[in-house]
């Protein structure tokens, strides 16, 4: 069965950083794009950033230069490093696994940059 598993969600101070992990289980991790979402009250789901089985990296134009997505094929793993946090990135994320029709989501894990 596909799961995924975010962690490193908390609780931050403005200008901080936070290091989210997603590990996956129950698919062929290698093949998978892997990607970061995250949703704040009242708002739809917005993708974050996103990274091919190939490791080519796309971002969402409101974190480039804070943020770096990258994949650990070894442990199955994704992380999304989050440098110079901004209240406005308060959110629940969420890891996304895709390949061709198929979509694999995390449960979540909330992020809240607060002073």
């Known amino acids: 069965q596909a799961q995924l598993l975010e962690s490193g969600g908390g609780l931050v101070q403005p200008g901080g950083s936070l290091r989210l992990s997603c590990a996956a289980s129950?698919?062929?991790?290698?093949?998978?794009?892997m990607g970061w979402f995250r949703q704040a009250p009242g708002k739809q789901r917005e993708l974050v950033a996103d990274?091919?089985?190939?490791?080519?990296?796309n971002y969402a134009d409101f974190v480039k230069g804070r943020f770096t997505i990258s994949r650990d094929n070894t442990k199955n793993t994704v992380y999304l490093q989050m440098d110079s946090l901004k209240p406005d990135d308060t959110a629940v994320y969420y890891c996304?696994?895709?390949?061709?029709?198929?979509?694999?989501w995390g449960q979540g894990t909330q992020v809240t940059v607060s002073s």
């Open positions: 996304n696994a895709k390949l061709s029709s198929i979509n694999v």
């Open positions: 129950g698919i062929s991790f290698n093949l998978y794009a």
């Open positions: 990274i091919t089985r190939y490791s080519k990296t």
